[in-house]
């Protein structure tokens, strides 16, 4: 497993909540999960401006220095607090509807009752924005965290929803442990494990 030598990562911080938010938009913006919870073009950016917030308060945030990726992550032991306040879903109410809210949170039911119960490390997102694929980005990204796991021989942990990613998360060690699909017809999911590796 190799990263991109010539892409450089940061630590994402609060003052990159909108730049990490926009990348994640753009990134997921063809998402048949997103698309699934809301097919309003305003909905990617609303959303991820919602989550990242709470997902860069546990320090495993991370951008690159060209703003062409991020991965948001959670530590090991950690249980992640995805409730927004209340303005900001008023506002997902308003501007969404009903529906897409119930989709929203019947979504991270569902990603809650499969989550592995040993430590982990978690990528709850990894975007690359859509101009910049193809360069190594991903790869890189993953590579960052994952060497911590090695290092600290904990696994990792990641639901993919687009199938064309999963090779990507094949190649960095990942393993299809289940794949679950979304009611309504939604679509599926593959819920990805990566056990530490040796040096």
């Known amino acids: 497993m190799s990263a991109e030598p010539s892409v450089l990562i940061k630590p994402a911080g609060p003052r990159q909540v909108a730049l ?13 999960v997103t698309a699934w919870i809301s ?11 919602l989550v990242t917030p709470l997902l860069l308060l ?37 501007s969404f509807g009903a529906g897409a809210f119930f989709r929203f949170f019947q979504f991270m039911s569902m990603l809650e009752k499969y989550h592995p119960k040993e430590r982990h490390y978690y990528l709850f997102a990894i975007g690359v924005r859509c101009g910049s694929r193809g360069r190594g980005i991903g790869s890189a990204l993953l ?17 993919s929803t687009n199938a064309r990613n999963i090779s990507l998360y094949q190649r960095n060690g990942f393993e299809i442990q289940r794949t679950i ?18 040096a």
């Open 20 to 32: 990490v938010a926009d990348i994640l938009a753009d990134a997921f913006r063809e998402d048949a």
């Open 39 to 49: 097919r309003d073009p305003q909905y990617p950016n609303w959303m991820w401006l």
């Open 58 to 94: 546990y320090n495993e945030a991370y951008v690159t220095a060209d703003g062409s990726g991020a991965a948001l992550w959670l530590p090991p032991g950690v249980q992640r607090d995805m409730l927004p306040g209340f303005d900001m879903l008023m506002e997902g109410l308003w």
């Open 143 to 159: 590579h960052h965290v994952l060497q911590k796991c090695d290092r600290q021989k904990v696994g990792a942990y990641l639901e």
């Open 181 to 198: 699909k979304l009611p309504r017809n939604g679509p599926a999911l593959s819920l990805m494990y990566r056990q530490p590796q040796p």
